[in-house]
């Protein structure tokens, strides 16, 4: 494992307040801070806020206030929010700090005397939402895809950094480091793009339209353009060039990111690193949106889920668990308030709190409340095993970001200590006075195995943690450790046991209001039709094949189907079932409706649901129909 670990996340833009989006990057941000600095790592973490450009002055107007004090205000809201959430960064940088705008306009005028900065003419389609120059093929119908809105033509005269003269050493450098960009499919994505020739990147804003920025250091009529400044922020946080700080933790250099700014840290910020002299980053990592009701989360649409709100509400740790458990890194994930309380239930009531309860209350039966003797590091016991088996795929889990994965193999041992009570059956033990060694034995086993989880949960889950080490009399301030689980010392003998608070209650889901369903499915009954009708309907079983979202729709899905035959069949599926979950299932299907063009694909087909009060529900084959067979 390497002797630094540098984590930062993006700097968040100050046009609005924080959301679920922000918070799970800044919690996976340290989450990974916290497992490195418990593994013995010399860790250092970075977030902070992205205040100059085209959108804070535009709000601040809107304000009737400066540009700095309208980013003043939402950048407080950012620094409070991180301690709200167990967050423990070690900086927290302003683009409007001063060592930043020294910073940027060193390696400014650093890579305008290599050459590598020229002043020239533009015009093109500049969206404000994005703060860039669009290429003919980033719009889409007219409009940027991102932002739904069409672009400004705008022609100016600017600086440009030759970008493009990097192109080949960038396609190199990513070819010769497979996870330089992780997961894959974003490492692939930008290796896509740079198939076109790139194009140079505008770099500077007339200050005749634009104030708020960091003035170029050789020609004070103009600010540098936001993403070149915002970048340089992750090595003026290591006081670059000459800091300690930055001599220790750039080589290991590794960014947090939603994928929506995949191409200014994929393409811009390497090249500008090159540019500049700098050695790359070692990996940028990429993961999905939080979607709702699978929409990207935006305030346009009012479905904005604000960190405190389910915070307050069901806890921190639960809030932490969710968002950590239920994203494969990578992917995009669907939030929904009842998955949570499910999750919360099930995971965290059921499994780990019960399991605490369980072992504290029959240590504190069985043991006089205090700690039994017992032996640490015994190559004979399972639970022990278990645990150090645990601690390897954790760490092989971090290592690739597969976090979901770390919690998954973390539940797996709890499940194994829930297991090894009910074989070693403590409570029949207790009856019988000659078991007194083999019920002690037993009960140190299980507080061990009690401090493994807490150790394993606490990048995690920090506060809840801390109560478990509490109640096994380990809590005492001692720094965890990894290599600290099944050790000697990490209980001791005699040490005071205490019951506590169930760590995650229940949360009961209020029950649907009753309603009449049979009045209603006959108010929607339609007109009779004859058999002969009927038998005009091509009913077939169809095999899901491939699933995916029909691009700009957050509700209709592509479907590519076996009814002995491929076919491709668009429906609107999208806000009940997730593609990924659709592959495999056996549905019915309408095999000889007229072809429909929807949003473009052409739809050869009808699959057949049922709409109830909680959404649709497909209609299934079960057993082992055939792809093709004829329904009748």
Known sequence: MSEAFYITTPIYYVNASPHIGHAYTTIVADVLARFYRMSGVDTYFVTGTDEHGDKIAEAAKQASVTPKEYADGISA????????????????????????IETVQYILQKVYDAGDIYFGSYGGYYCFGCERFLTEKEIVEGKCPEHG??????????????????????????????????????RNEVLSFLKEPLE???????????QWGITLPFDENYVTYVWFDALINYVTALAYPTGEKFKKFWPVAQHLIAKDILKPHGIYWPTMLKAAGIEPYRHLNVHGYWNVEQSKMSKSLGNVVRPLDLKDKYGLDAFRYF?????????DSNFSEEAFVQRLNSDLANDLGNLVSRVIAMAMKYCDGKVPQ?????????LQNAAQAAVAEVKASFADMSLHKALIVTWEFINTVNKYIVEKEPWALGKDSSKRQELTGIMYELLLALHAVAVLIFPFMPQSSEKILKQIGAGDGRRLSLDSIGKEGVLIAGGTLSRGESLFPRVEIPKEKQTNEKKRVLADTKPEIDYEDFSKVDLRVALILEAEFVPKSSKLIKLKVDIGEERTIVAGIGKDYKPED??????????????VKLMGVESCGMLLAAHGEEGLVLLTVDGEGAAGAKIS
Request: with cysteine; proline share 6%; glycine share 4%.
């Open 77 to 100: 809201q950012f620094r409070a929010l991180w301690p709200e959430l167990a967050v423990e960064h070690d900086y927290f940088i302003r683009t409007t700090d001063k060592n930043h």
């Open 149 to 186: 809105k069409e672009p400004q033509y705008i022609e100016e005269k600017n600086y440009f950094f030759k970008m493009s003269k990097y192109q080949d050493w960038l396609i190199k450098h990513i070819k010769d480091n497979p996870d330089f960009i992780r997961p894959e499919r974003y």
């Open 200 to 210: 140079d990147l505008c770099i500077s804003r007339p200050k005749t339209r634009l």
């Open 323 to 331: 968002l950590l458990r239920d994203m494969v890194f990578g992917l």
């Open 374 to 382: 017992g032996v640490a590091g015994d190559k004979d016991s399972m």
């Open 582 to 595: 659709l592959i495999g299932k056996k549905i019915v299907m309408v095999a000889n409706l007229k072809p």
